[in-house]
């Protein structure tokens, strides 16, 4: 299952990002940020086998029981891949099951600011949030 | 109890005799009970040993083969001609870089020795593999960067007895103390040998002393030359070999050992001796370097290879000829290894091998969980952020942007000072702190503790406190003109513009990328002061923040590590990530004690954040940083903002890109005026160090609920492309915009608005 959700965040090309902040002559027509992920060219930001594959032994590691070592696998994928949205998910997922309910709020509110509007990526963050927000009110 | 008293009276020689042994019993026990405390207690005393960022090697990271080549020399990796097999070593050729890793126990897990090939195209790495196949990822074993020792200076770093080379212990036997393994802690021949060339020549130069001696000489540091402490030291030498094993103090002789000062800390044994001159483990030097570690212990100072190279040559080829002349070398080999130069680590090479600026934040964010003596004595493992190829490039355009600003001004009576820090912009990690112009200095460290005017630095708080009311875009149009604000303790403030012109109405955009004085004091006031001062407080700033109108301009002091801090809550989208110097720190075993995860707080909302942060791009791509853009690599999109104080005080300047945050300070220690502005001071430097850095470009998503808008720069009015002096900028998708006259929207534009009209009336 989560082999799953890796795959499928891996596959979302973060392709929204094409906006302003490349040189003044890129944006020929600015881009909109209401507009789903499928519209926009592809700007071809999957994420690195490197990212990949430290998010897989991350993973493992959790399901092993080792989350501090889990947690630290994580962080080297997120000094590879600090801006995909997969690294910041996986790390709200882990507080989350370590009961640090308002990190992992605020891992999905970052997962969430890195994912294209109606991209999958979002979806999930916002799922991330919503449990974060509902293990804090109990 | 002994002797009577009419015992005593009888046989006065007797009676002293015993009370001579009684008090030289009593004195013997004092020996011994100090001297086996020490040598007990010596065992336990470690410092923290810190360690910089492992390198991660993994097909597609920014790495030129130079670059790979610098950190392995670094690391006193050895370049072999052949297929490289020790740990250790490594060999580049055209395209490729084959190296096998040193094991490494790491706070996660322990990594074996790996043998790697990495291929390189230009300026990234293309491939990773070993002989089985490709390898996603892999970590070089890290830099040791420091330690934290306590305040007496002493330094150390602890080899057991299998990974001292048996090399080392014969040499050190063969030059030092021939009958080692046959006396019982004095050497009466050597003694006798001593003291007749003592005799003959007039003073006592000649030492003696076996092993054992000197290292209790070392224990007690005392360097005077007089009878009672030889006799005191043979005391204790004898006392010594009756409770422990040779083993055991020549174990204790190669850590203890004092083999060197850099600054105020003294380098003590073969194993830290070997970092500082090598940059390797012990276990890897070459016998041409371990002869001069030998040849070292006669006299750090005399025979430094730095200060005294044909002195400390001549001494290690004596070294190996003693070698030869035994027969623990053969001459052939004792031969070859006279013929290499002294080959210690040239610091100068790439950036010094001791960071001081950086311990420093690394020591004040353990104390408040470590005890001092913790850190210093018990052998604990720090791991760091700090990225040593990032810290040498600040440390040398620092030193070279000071150096040429000063050529500026010829006649000026001192020094320009400065700082720099590098922070990671999504993790929030320090990677380089310089405190000083001069690399290694051991000192006040401004860029913690220099608490400066930060001009307008501040003035993105003033403009994200404004979109933030919701009142505002950046193509909302503000007055420049002059004004008077009248203050609470009487008379008047009268800010002026830098160019002591005003510019009329302006939009928010232009006022905040060209920095204008009027409009920003202005839209200050109209928000007020309390939001200013929160929102500053909230990105990180000072907790506490005098509420006086010069607050909108900057008359608020902070450090150049707490202005870090800000600018990475800008560079991070709003969120603030607390800044790091430690991943994590491991007992003397190995076991980890404690992590420092990353932890963050969505400080600020991302609709206001990501039109600021396009304002502060504009101001590197045409504003009053529009210098930085020709010095820095074409592609990287970059943001900032310059600062400067009243009376040019203080030169400053605060930028990111996708990858890194950085922030540099100029000015007089005592505060006199520089005359630097933050573009024609702290950004030359800033440039020329994120030139080097191969930083990826700043590049956020677009958040929901904004567009992108073609807006004439100097009206706000919509315009396009083909028109003049146009900018992108991200506005909330219901504002509307009068149209400048001529440059309304094209038809493009027109129905790609009307297509999202439909589809949110569908939704």
């Not at chain 2, 009676?15 to 042994?21: K, N, T």
């Not at chain 2, 970590?139 to 330094?155: A, C, K, N, Q």
């Not at chain 2, 130069?341 to 353990?366: E, I, K, M």
Request: aromatic letters at 6%; charged letters at 20%; glycine letters at 8%.
């Amino acid at each position: 299952m989560r082999t799953c959700l890796l795959a499928a965040l891996a596959a979302i090309s973060l392709t929204a990002c094409a906006g302003t902040f490349k040189q003044q002559e890129a944006p020929a027509s600015p881009t909109t940020g209401s507009g789903g992920a499928g519209r926009v060219p592809d700007a071809g930001r999957s994420l690195s086998p490197a990212g990949a594959a430290l998010i897989e032994e991350s993973q493992r590691q959790r399901r092993a029981g080792q989350t501090a070592q889990a947690s630290a696998t994580l962080e080297r994928a997120l000094r590879i891949e600090p801006e995909h949205p997969a690294v910041w998910q996986e790390l709200g997922q882990l507080r989350l099951e370590e009961g640090n309910f308002a990190q992992a709020e605020q891992m999905g509110r970052k997962a969430l600011s890195l994912s294209p509007a109606g991209s999958l990526a979002q979806s999930y963050a916002q799922q991330l949030i919503a449990d974060a927000q509902r293990a804090q009110q109990r | 109890m002994l002797l009577s008293r009419s015992q005593i009276r009888r046989h006065p020689v007797l009676a002293f005799l015993a009370l001579f042994s009684l008090l030289v019993a009593g004195w013997l026990l004092y020996l011994n009970f100090s001297i086996t405390q020490k040598f007990d207690g010596r065992r336990w005393d470690l410092p923290a040993q810190v360690f910089a960022r492992p390198l991660e090697l993994y097909a597609g990271l920014d790495l030129t083969a130079a670059r790979l080549e610098q950190e392995l020399l670094r690391l006193g990796y050895a370049p072999v001609a052949g297929q490289p097999r020790r740990p250790g070593s490594f060999r580049r050729t055209a395209r490729e870089l084959s190296l096998v890793s040193r094991p490494f126990r790491f706070w996660d897990q322990r990594q074996p020795a790996l043998a790697l090939q990495v291929e390189f195209t230009g300026p990234a790495i293309r491939r990773l593999r070993n002989d089985k196949g490709d390898v996603p990822i892999a970590r070089l074993d890290p830099l040791m960067v420091g330690s934290i020792f306590p305040t007496h200076g002493e330094d150390r770093l602890i080899v057991t007895p299998d990974q001292t080379p048996p090399l080392l212990t014969a040499a050190l036997q063969a030059v030092e103390d021939r009958r080692f393994n046959e006396h019982h802690g004095i050497d009466p021949r050597a003694l006798l040998r001593a003291m007749l060339v003592n005799l003959r020549s007039g003073e006592l130069s000649q030492g003696g002393s076996t092993l054992t001696q000197q290292l209790v000489k070392n224990y007690f540091l005392d360097n005077r030359r007089t009878l009672w402490r030889k006799i005191r030291e043979a005391a204790m030498a004898v006392i010594l070999e009756l409770h422990y094993d040779k083993a055991d103090l020549l174990n204790a002789y190669i850590n203890e050992i004092y083999m060197g000062q850099d600054g105020i800390r003294a380098i003590h044994g073969f194993g830290l001796a070997s970092q500082f001159y090598f940059s390797r483990p012990l276990d890897e030097l070459a016998t041409h370097q371990l002869a001069l570690l030998v040849a070292l212990v006669k006299g750090p100072g005399y025979y430094s290879p730095t200060r005294h190279p044909a002195r400390a040559r001549e001494r290690r080829n004596l070294v190996l000829q003693i070698l030869a002349d035994d027969g623990i070398l053969t001459p052939a080999a004792a031969a070859s290894a006279q013929q290499q130069a002294l080959d210690t680590w040239n610091s100068r090479q790439a950036g010094s091998s001791y960071y001081p600026a950086f311990l420093q934040l690394v020591r004040q964010q353990l104390s408040t969980e470590y005890r001092d003596e913790d850190l210093t004595g018990a052998g604990l493992r720090v791991f760091t952020a700090l990225d040593p190829l990032v810290q040498a490039s600040a440390e040398a355009q620092l030193a070279a942007g000071l150096k040429a600003l000063d050529g500026r001004k010829p006649d000026a009576e001192q020094k320009l000072a400065g700082a720099a820090v590098i922070s990671s912009t999504q993790s929030g990690e320090v990677l380089a702190i310089v405190g000083d112009r001069r690399a290694g200095f051991d000192g006040f460290n401004r860029a913690l503790a220099a608490r400066r005017p930060i001009g307008s630095l501040v003035k993105p708080a003033v403009y994200l406190a404004a979109l933030e009311t919701g009142r505002y875009t950046l193509a909302s149009v503000i007055d420049d003109s002059p004004i008077s604000v009248p203050l609470a303790t009487g008379g008047t403030w009268d800010p002026q513009n830098y160019d002591k012109e005003s510019h009329g109405r302006v939009t928010l955009l232009r006022a905040l990328v060209e920095s204008f004085n009027l409009a920003t004091v202005r839209l200050g006031l109209e928000i007020g002061l309390d939001p200013v001062a929160d929102t500053l407080t909230r990105l990180g700033g000072p907790a506490q923040i005098n509420r006086f109108p010069s607050l909108l301009l900057g008359a608020i002091e902070m450090t150049p590590l707490q202005v870090t801090q800000v600018y990475g809550t800008l560079a991070n989208g709003g969120f603030l990530t607390p800044l790091r110097t430690v991943r994590s720190v491991v007992d003397a075993t190995g076991e980890p004690l404690q992590r420092y995860p990353v932890a963050i707080a969505q400080v600020a909302e991302p609709a206001a954040i990501y039109p600021l942060n396009q304002a502060l791009t504009e101001v590197i791509r045409r504003g009053t940083a529009r210098t930085a853009r020709d010095q820095l690599p074409p592609q990287l999109v970059a943001a900032g903002k310059t600062g400067t104080s009243d009376e040019y005080r203080d030169s400053w300047f605060a930028g990111f890109t996708g990858e890194h945050v950085m922030v540099v300070w100029v000015g007089y220690d005592d505060n006199q005026p520089t005359g630097l502005t933050g573009a024609s001071g702290a950004l030359g430097i800033w440039t020329n160090i994120m030139g080097e850095l191969s930083s990826a470009s700043f590049n956020p998503l677009l958040p929901g609920r904004l567009e992108n808008q073609w807006i004439d720069y100097e009206t706000g009015l919509l315009s396009r492309p083909a028109c003049a002096d146009v900018v992108a900028l991200a506005l909330p998708t219901d504002t509307r915009l009068q149209s400048k006259p001529g440059c309304g929207p094209g038809l493009r534009q027109l129905g790609r608005r009307a297509r999202r009209w439909l589809e949110e009336k569908a939704n």
